[in-house]
């Protein structure tokens, strides 16, 4: 693991404080309009930290006095502004408070980011302004009210603006702005004197942060010594992290196997010449932060500094990389290095070697741990031939393929997730390095040899960045659907159509009512997950969903479907979660044709629905239909709350309960440094299921087991969960029939490669019959209305007693489309 630097010993900040306070203290005077400060001034900025290729982890402002008496910052702050501001955007503040000495620094800390392994000097203020690494505007102000001003004369006739600096594209400014900036270059003062001209008064050059105790950091290399000729292997090393991180390097050769031209910019090097130690990588990324000037074949010799890179942060490993680079090219038109061929067998079974907290200090073993051969393979070129996939393409080019063929297959064609123990370890990403990424579908096959260098993102891990892609082979793989439901069964289904708002265009509606209505059969009840209000993401107070729900009903009936009718409940706005501004709900649509909804008013937001005895035995009832299970409860806080409703079909009445459990998003991932990684999430969901539990255990108790009760939605967790455990519990409470189907046919969606099961359907042990199953339309393929697949139950009539067990429980007849 590594050791953070220490940072400077408080007692020299504060022991200057103590000095200071037998000095006299001037205030500064706000300037007044147009008027060079000849005092207080911005002496540096610099907003790349914690960036890919940062050595810093934080941005920061740092203030000069160029007076001869110590200045108080009392009532002043610094502000930031984005470089070509909006009419919606606003200054961004950070309060300031103390003093700079007559001639000093006065370092203000921003925010941080994910990367970089050097913090700053102890700061005399913190704030938390995400400041742009390239072009922006920082301003220093006699006061704590944000600024309004937008443009360069507005700004420049405040008087409370003290001093400015504009860089890159700014376009409030002093003059002309001073030059863009970099994740690895700040801009500061030439010298203490201000022009009112930015491009003037300051350079771009390597940060150096500096306090009011005179304290800095050395961002260049440790001590000032010359940086040591070093080769690729003394880069990597043999763990994680590399043994010369933090520190510069000089003349790594190496042939330059790839390029990235956008995005993190930078190439790939890899040593023709490799050392006989299977742990160390012959292979490194070099960050440019610039379109990279070398092609594929090139021999160069790098010197820079090592830096590990940790996207997204968290969790997350971190990406070995030779950052703020000289390049000298030594020829060109060199073969490329070998790449080393993934195929069966050659992973190892385990997928990390040894768990039980942070791998990263650990030495590497290729030969015994999945992970371990990734990061011992990292920067390296890697290969895999005629390899079949298991996650279709996505927007952005991504696709998973499957090394080990046999592994946990899928009938068509995934890898299925079955346990925690068990993550599949043959899945590996690809994405093109350049040109479109072919539109492949689970099942498909990538025809003869991908390869390319393997590199680690925040999404998916070890990714091979392909410059050769396989030529795409057909699966065959088609969409599912369901036969008609008999007259006399009931048929119920849920499905997630992914922020679905109104302001969608009529194409989503119309891909989604086919999926209703063509694949799912018209079911006589369809609860929904991620309905929006009716401007999605807009974040106006809007909360109402019934243009959303008008136009989706709209559509079912125009593919052919019947005329829905609908119930939800409008969330608090903000309350629910979700994408920011859509205000996101459960919804059931029913057929008015076939089913009865109860109607009870006074469910709402906030009021909780409860279980009601009626006069007849084990007669019960909803207080409120549709109503929210407990809305108030803790566990539900920022979620979606589950939606109850009371229907009846042929004279029986049914409790059907939709949901759309906590996201897992905030746990560790598969790929990451923590092993078994932390389900952080997973402690609300556990909440959630218990009350859920809770209420389905009182219908159950006021109808001595009679209740028919059925509950579905995204539930967000696995068929093996804890949670899923809670929810059922134990499997007395609720009947998973997810279950019922053969374990590799036990998914809903796909994510990093593994089909796994989010959205359930369970019912309540009253229930005796059912024919069920998952219809697959959307998640194996990369052209798809929702990332989820929806499922439907049909409960077949007169199974309270009579017919054979075999002919109540039954798989659902399938066709495809």
Not at 151 to 165: G, P
Not at 643 to 664: D, M, P, Q, R, W
Not at 729 to 747: H, I, Q, V, W
Request: net charge negative; proline share 7%; aromatic share 6%.
């Amino acid at each position: 693991m590594t050791t953070p630097l220490a940072a400077p010993r408080r007692a020299s900040r504060f022991g200057w404080l103590l000095a200071a306070l037998s000095l006299p203290v001037a205030l500064a005077a706000a300037p007044p309009a147009h008027a060079a400060s000849a005092d207080l001034l911005i002496s540096e900025v610099y907003g790349g930290g914690g960036n890919s290729g940062a050595v810093l982890t934080n941005d920061f402002i740092e203030l000069a006095n160029a007076g001869t008496a110590p200045l108080s910052l009392d009532g002043y702050s610094v502000q930031y502004i984005s470089a070509s501001p909006g009419a919606s955007t606003t200054w961004q503040v950070t309060p300031l408070g103390g003093t700079v000495p007559a001639g000093g620094r006065f370092l203000v800390q921003e925010a941080a980011g994910s990367g970089g392994t050097l913090a700053l000097p102890a700061p005399d203020a913190v704030g938390s302004i995400p400041m742009s690494a390239t072009n922006g505007t920082v301003a220093l102000v006699a006061g704590t009210d944000a600024l309004t001003c937008k443009t360069a004369a507005d700004c420049a006739a405040d008087a409370s603006v003290k001093d400015l600096v504009g860089f890159g594209s700014a376009v409030v400014r002093e003059g002309t702005a001073a030059p863009v900036l970099s994740n690895t270059t700040s801009s500061a003062r030439s010298a203490l004197v201000d022009t009112d001209v930015n491009s003037a008064d300051f350079r771009s050059g390597v940060p150096t942060p500096t306090n009011a105790a005179g304290q800095t950091v050395d961002v260049e290399g440790p001590g000032g010594e010359p940086p040591a000729a070093k080769r690729i292997r003394d880069v990597q090393g043999t763990t994680r992290i590399s043994p010369l991180n933090g520190q510069n390097v000089a003349d790594v050769p190496g042939v330059v196997t790839g390029v990235r031209a956008s995005g993190s910019r930078g190439f790939w090097i890899q040593d023709p010449e490799p050392d006989a130690d299977p742990a160390t990588s012959e292979g490194v990324f070099v960050y440019t932060d610039a379109v990279p000037a070398v092609e594929a074949g090139d021999s160069v010799l790098v010197s820079g500094r090592v830096t590990e890179y940790r996207p997204g942060g968290g969790a997350n490993q971190t990406l070995t990389e030779i950052t703020a680079p000289t390049v000298t090219k030594t020829g060109s038109g060199n073969a490329l290095p070998d790449a080393a061929a993934i195929g069966p067998g050659t992973l190892p079974g385990a997928y990390v070697a040894q768990p039980g907290g942070s791998v990263e200090g650990l030495p590497l073993a290729p030969s015994q741990s999945t992970l371990d051969w990734f990061e011992a393979h990292e920067g390296m070129r890697v290969s895999v031939a005629d390899t079949r996939v298991v996650s279709a393409a996505n927007e952005y080019g991504e696709m998973w393929v499957e090394t080990e063929p046999g592994q946990n297959p899928t009938p068509r064609g995934g890898v299925i997730y079955k346990s925690y123990e068990t993550p599949n370890n043959g899945r590996i990403k690809i994405i093109p390095m350049a040109g479109d990424a072919p539109k492949v579908d689970v099942g498909d096959t990538l025809k003869g040899t991908s390869a390319g260098p393997l590199d680690y993102q925040q999404y998916g891990g070890y990714t091979m960045i392909a410059s050769q892609v396989g030529t795409e082979r057909d699966g065959g793989l088609k969409r599912q659907a369901v036969k008609r439901h008999k007259a006399g069964s009931l048929s119920i289904a849920t499905y997630n159509v992914e922020n679905l708002a109104a302001t969608n265009d009529d194409a989503k509606f119309a891909r989604l009512a086919e999926g209703v209505v063509g694949n799912l059969a018209s079911p006589d009840i369809v609860a929904l997950e991620e309905i929006q209000d009716d401007n999605g993401p807009t974040g106006d107070g809007t909360v109402g969903a019934e243009k959303t729900l008008a136009k989706f009903a709209a559509a079912i009936q125009k593919a052919g479907g019947p005329k829905y009718r609908w119930r939800q409940i409008d969330p608090v706005d903000g309350a629910d979660g979700g994408q920011p501004g859509g205000n996101i709900r459960q919804a059931f649509l029913f057929d008015p044709e076939r089913v009865d909804f109860v109607d009870r008013e006074g469910g709402d937001a906030t009021t909780a629905v409860a279980v009601v005895k009626g006069k007849k035995k084990n007669d019960v009832r909803l207080s409120v239909s549709p109503g929210r299970v407990n809305p108030g409860s803790d566990a539900w806080e920022s979620s979606r709350k589950p939606l109850a409703g009371e229907f009846v079909f042929h004279g029986e009445k049914y409790f059907v309960i939709a949901n759309h459990f906590a996201s897992k998003g905030g746990d560790d991932a598969l790929h990451g440094r923590y092993q078994p990684p932390t389900r952080g999430s997973e402690v609300q969901r556990l909440k959630q299921a218990g009350e859920l539990n809770a209420f389905v255990k009182e219908l159950s108790t006021a109808s001595s087991g009679k209740a028919k009760v059925v509950v579905l939605g995204d539930i967000n967790d696995f068929q093996f969960s804890p949670v899923m455990t809670t929810l059922t519990g134990g499997g007395a409470d609720l009947f998973n029939l997810m279950g019922t189907l053969p374990e590799n046919e036990r998914y809903s969606y796909v994510f990093d490669g593994n089909s796994q099961a989010l959205d359930h359907i369970l019912v309540s042990p009253s229930i005796k019959g059912y024919s069920y199953g998952v219809v697959h339309i959307n998640a194996e393929f990369s052209d798809k209305a929702s990332d989820h697949d929806p499922q439907v139950v049909h409960l077949p009539p007169g199974c309270d007693g009579g017919k054979p067990a075999f002919l109540c429980k039954a798989p659902l007849p399938y066709k495809t489309k």
